[in-house]
């Protein structure tokens, strides 16, 4: 099968979240079940451009509106990832240095998208799948069945996943003239409330949808950001698919990000090594246990109850822990955590911005991962640092609710709680800190997460079906 991912992100091109990641490990692991898969991406300028060498495969243009613009597709040389990457750069649009948070996002966006399909049209063979992902390329669906001059890819099966449904990129019928000359009785096709809205739009048009974890689709369906009743109507064609790890990328035993490799067997030597490093450059105290945050500073993450957690734990269960904090969002978040550090004991300390590298020396050093989401599709920080030997400390919601047993079942190797409360997050602590005294139990849950396989392997192959029932 030949398999096109359409997508706004991919590790390590361009990674904002999760997406990056999911497009930058799932394509390979089709590869290694036979099946041929390919990234289209925006061209951004990145340091990966930068620093490999592309040739041209293309160049068009076409319409925005009433605005003209030329494209260009050019593919990488070596090959680096594994599969074939194409960016497609529109000059003064895309090749920018950031992914998102631009005034003309929506303008850049459709406009990728057309010259996407506008090339796809061009090509003199079909692929078997276009998959795409999130609404940065979910008018795809429709421009491919519904647009006038793309009727010739109408019968190629479109597939949307959505990694996160809390962003679905609307704008207002002023702008429906960027989409490129369309069917207007099939105008419901692209409307969501008064508005275009290209999540909803594929959720409509693509031939199945997926959603990165089953507890999550079950979640869309009352909490979706107002696309409820739409999941409700569109149930059966949905279908949740967790999300896998590149085990290659995410290893602590080969990490090109740190040089103390470790495995299960040496984890207790190996993880000391790295919080040492934390504790040391942050200042913070390596006999207590070490609680880490990592991820956007925003109300999905309920990063805003951080600052009133931290505080709370400090209060009511002592000052027998530390914390770290790495992330950036709204920045009020950021402010509150930044005047905690003047309160500090050596207990609490915060990098803002974004950090790959120190992102995985913390899920090699920390003793316990805090993830209190109200929104989580799937979560892929408590795989990794399940990975590392981490223990997850999580609220039982979307992919996390499906991904970690807490403690006291069977098998339990983690600590869940129910609600996005200062409370339950605060009791969450309490939990830790707590295992963390009884060092017998500690190394064993340890053990027990690290064998967990949460590889893409099962999660890939699951995609493969799924295609095949299109066929
Ligand atoms: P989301 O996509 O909702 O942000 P996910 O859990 O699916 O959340 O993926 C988050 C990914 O982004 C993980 O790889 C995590 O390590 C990474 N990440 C998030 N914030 C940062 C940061 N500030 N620095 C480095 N990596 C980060």
Redesign the pocket.
């Given at each position: 099968m030949e398999i096109i991912h359409v997508t706004a992100e991919c590790y390590p091109v361009a990674?904002a979240?999760?997406?990056g990641?999911v497009v930058g490990a799932l394509p390979a692991y089709q590869i290694k079940l036979g099946h041929v898969a390919k990234v289209v991406m925006p061209m951004y300028r990145t340091k990966y451009l930068y620093s490999h060498d592309w040739e041209v495969v293309h160049k068009g243009g076409s319409n925005l509106g009433h605005w003209w613009f030329d494209y260009t597709v050019i593919r990488e040389m070596d090959n680096a990832q594994g599969f074939d990457l194409y960016l497609i750069d529109i000059h003064g649009l895309l090749d920018r240095e950031k992914v998102y948070g631009y005034i003309d996002d929506n303008e850049r966006f459709v406009a990728f998208q057309i010259a996407v399909v506008d090339w796809m049209s061009k090509w003199q063979h079909r692929p078997d799948v276009v998959h795409v992902h999130d609404h940065h390329s979910g008018l795809i669906p429709f421009m491919m069945q519904h647009c006038l001059g793309f009727r010739s890819l109408s019968g190629i099966p479109s597939v949307l996943t959505i990694?996160?449904a809390q962003y679905q990129g609307q704008f207002g019928w002023d702008k429906s003239i960027f989409i490129p000359s369309w069917d207007s009785w099939k105008r419901g096709m692209l409307e969501w409330n008064n508005a275009i809205n290209p999540l909803a739009s594929a959720i409509k048009c693509a031939w199945k949808v997926t959603t990165v974890s089953p507890s999550y689709l079950d979640e869309l369906r009352y909490m979706s950001n107002g696309l409820e009743e739409l999941f409700e109507y569109e149930k059966g064609k949905c279908i949740g698919i967790l999300n896998g790890i590149d085990d290659q990328v995410w290893d602590p035993s080969t990490d090109k990000y740190f040089d103390h490799h470790y495995r299960s067997s040496n984890a207790e030597k190996g993880k000391a090594v790295h919080k040492k490093f934390l504790c040391d450059t942050f200042g913070l105290d390596q006999g207590k246990p070490l609680i880490i945050f990592?991820?956007?500073l925003v109300g999905?993450?309920a990063a805003d109850l951080l600052p009133a957690v931290i505080a709370d734990s400090f209060q009511h269960i002592g000052r027998k822990m530390n914390f770290l904090v790495?992330?950036?969002g709204e920045p009020e978040v950021e402010d509150q955590l930044r005047a905690m550090l003047s309160h500090s004991w050596g207990d609490f300390s915060l990098y803002v911005?974004?950090?790959?590298t120190?992102?995985h020396q913390m899920y090699a050093g920390a003793d316990f991962l805090l993830m209190p989401s109200r929104v989580?599709?799937?979560?892929?920080?408590q795989m990794?640092a399940m990975r590392y030997g981490t223990i997850p400390v999580v609220r039982r919601t979307g992919g996390l609710k499906d991904t970690v047993r807490d403690l006291s079942e069977e098998g339990g190797y983690g600590i869940t709680f129910e609600q996005a409360t200062v409370g339950d997050i605060t009791h969450g602590v309490w939990r830790a800190t707590q295992l963390y005294e009884d060092n017998k139990k500690m190394k064993e849950v340890r053990k027990t997460m690290m064998k967990l396989d949460n590889s893409w392997d099962k999660s890939a192959a699951e995609y493969i079906k799924l295609y095949e029932s299109l066929k």
């Open positions: 990674k979240g999760g997406l990641d990694h996160n990592i991820g956007r999905e993450k790495l992330g950036s911005g974004y950090n790959e120190l992102s989580e599709p799937c979560g892929l920080n990794y």
